[in-house]
């Protein structure tokens, strides 16, 4: 097998345990989902923390987001976008929330730490591009600019996924993003 084949393969099958299992991998739990001699992953990857940054930038890469998000339903109004948005946004930040580990002080300067946190600010750059692009047919009909939306959306749904189960729906946050939290029928 090529090395890149074998990199690739290596990656794929850390990316399935760590998808099952958390970020608590071995390189022996790789090497016997890949196929592969635990040899063959120090050949590719030198160290585990190698591994798992490839992991983590394959996990958090552009390309696996806008695959998630091509399959949010989105409807045509924008209520219906509203509340697609929200779902997608939610659903991201739980999915990852679940699979990466939470920083450690230690850590902080970790190669794997440094990775995750430049894919975060990559994948916030996505899901802001993504949400003003889905709003734009609706500029007309929103207060802020579709790029202030965005930022509002990802608040509050960032907000949701990491304070479960605290009783706030992506119906919830969709309602108070276009309706605000004043009552209209007082003076």
Excluded at 39 to 53: A, E, H, K, Q, Y
Excluded at 56 to 63: I, W
Excluded at 97 to 114: C, I, K, Q, Y
């Amino acid at each position: 097998m090529p090395p890149e084949q074998r990199r690739a393969a290596i990656v794929d099958a850390a990316l399935d345990l760590l998808e099952a299992n958390g970020p608590e991998l071995t390189t022996r739990m790789v090497a016997e989902a890949a196929g592969v001699a635990e040899g063959t992953i120090f050949r590719v990857f030198p160290t585990l923390p190698d591994l798992m940054s490839a992991t983590y930038r394959e996990f958090l890469s552009h390309e696996r987001l806008m695959n998630r998000l091509q399959a949010v339903d989105l409807g045509d109004t924008l209520e219906s976008k509203t509340l697609g948005c929200v779902r997608g946004i939610v659903d991201y930040f739980t999915h990852i929330h679940a699979v990466l580990p939470p920083p450690r002080h230690e850590t902080v300067h970790s190669p794997t730490a440094v990775c995750v946190r430049e894919a975060h600010t990559e994948r916030f750059a996505d899901l802001r591009d993504w949400v003003v692009d889905t709003m734009a047919p609706h500029v007309d009909s929103l207060t802020v600019s579709p790029e202030t939306y965005a930022h509002f959306l990802k608040a509050l749904s960032m907000g949701m996924a990491m304070a479960r189960p605290g009783g706030l729906t992506a119906e919830d946050i969709t309602r108070f993003a276009l309706d605000g939290a004043r009552r209209k029928d007082l003076p």
